[in-house]
């Protein structure tokens, strides 16, 4: 029976966010030692779930070593990273000497810079091969957000990323990876990699993939995995500009059964991208605009305006106040806010209990460019929650999650769901959990990019807006540091083809 040892680190890094990530992040969100990542993951919507499903369907032995993954936040500490790294490697060579694996399936994420590593991916990655050397195979899922290097591809055999943005596909992404691996084994022939590294780094704000140019990448991809036969699957990585560190971009991997396939479909589909950079640029747009285009929307469905700037799902604080100053300002019927992260009024709220009344200073107290705090002078204490939900929507459905202790407050018509613990909604759960019944709302707010899509796509009209913050789609507005400015847009009539990678 094939033995394939699995596990991995995950977090998606936005450096510009002040907030160090440490053990106690990951362990707050989700980390499993040993049978625990099975345990967490079996008949989840996740890439470690693909993993379990796919090995099963096979027959094939899974031993699981370590996960850890935290809601993105600012800068791994050194320590965080080290001693994760040392344990997943520890536990993995721990079930090889009790009996050899055959594999290693690793779910990283892409993104990831911790405190003295910019790359912790081809870090991880290196340390294992280190580990056990040149001819253990290595399977990696990743994020199309990884900023893909190439210390990760020389370092493994097999890597690839969802394709979809939301990221529906996680589940699939990773049974794919697995199938693509154990293959591998069983017929001893590696398949063959290609990266090509755009000079390009564009924001996740306009790049989703239910419609327009990442949708028409999207479909490339698929169509060259179709039309090649040698072609086994192909990854268009969007790259996350907020980590900045040098190698962050746009980047395409390909696998096939010989490097001309992988080396041919890179460049068809790098020079099919680099035709559409244009399109994804993308620029602010302020509450008020988005909330003028709200109301004159003619829909009977409920409009969903996102504030992209502040989703800490890109690692920024969720404390964020410019979508819901404006929101309490109109002060229309049927509008409801589904999440910010205030511990303290989340607190002050549940002291005061359900009826009552506080007055309260509400969120901006991460940073102040995600905008001041709002003074509230009456909120009414609807309802009280531990914030605790199980996701629906199909990118991690079964996933349990936390706001933490969650107050709803009624700020003269609104809504307001407070939570204690930063992330992004995905869909109805943060307004379902609190006793909202979206169906009955006119306008949500909420904080999230693209993944909120995945659910609320065919249920919402969608109203994206992009006021000042760490995950801002308008590039100009940050300080970068390392990422290389030679790309575009930095550099608008920067040329480049895709006939120059085969050399
Ligand atoms: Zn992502």
Redesign the pocket.
Known sequence: MMRIGYGGIRH?TNTFSTVPTDVAKFKQLLYGEKEEVTIQNTGVRSYNGGFIDEAAAQGVELVPALFANAVPSGLITREALESLRDKLVSYLLEAHEAQPLDGIALTL?G?GVADGYPDIEGEIIGAIRKAFGPDMPIGVVL????NITPEMVHGSDVLLG?KG?P?VDEYEAGRHMFRILTEAIRTGEMPKMRLVKLPWTFA?AKAMTVEGPAHEIQQFCLQVEREEEDVIHTTFF?G?PYSDIEQAGVSVVTIAKTQEAADEAAQKIAAFAWERREQLISKTVSPAEAFDKAEALVTDLPIVINESSDNP??GAPGDGTHLLREMLKRNLPKTAFGFITDPEVAKQAAEAGVGATISCRLGGKTDKLHGEPIEIEKAYVKGLSDGKFVLVTPMGAGTAMSMGLTALLQVGNVLVVVGSVANQTRDKCPFEVMGIDYTQMRILGLKSSQ?FRGWWQERSEIVPCDPPGIHSGDLDVYDFKHLNRDQYPFVMDKTWTAESILR
Not at 143 to 146: A, K
């Open positions: 998606e994420h993104a994020d199309l957000h990884g969802v943005y990221h996740p969007h996350f799902g890109g993944h």
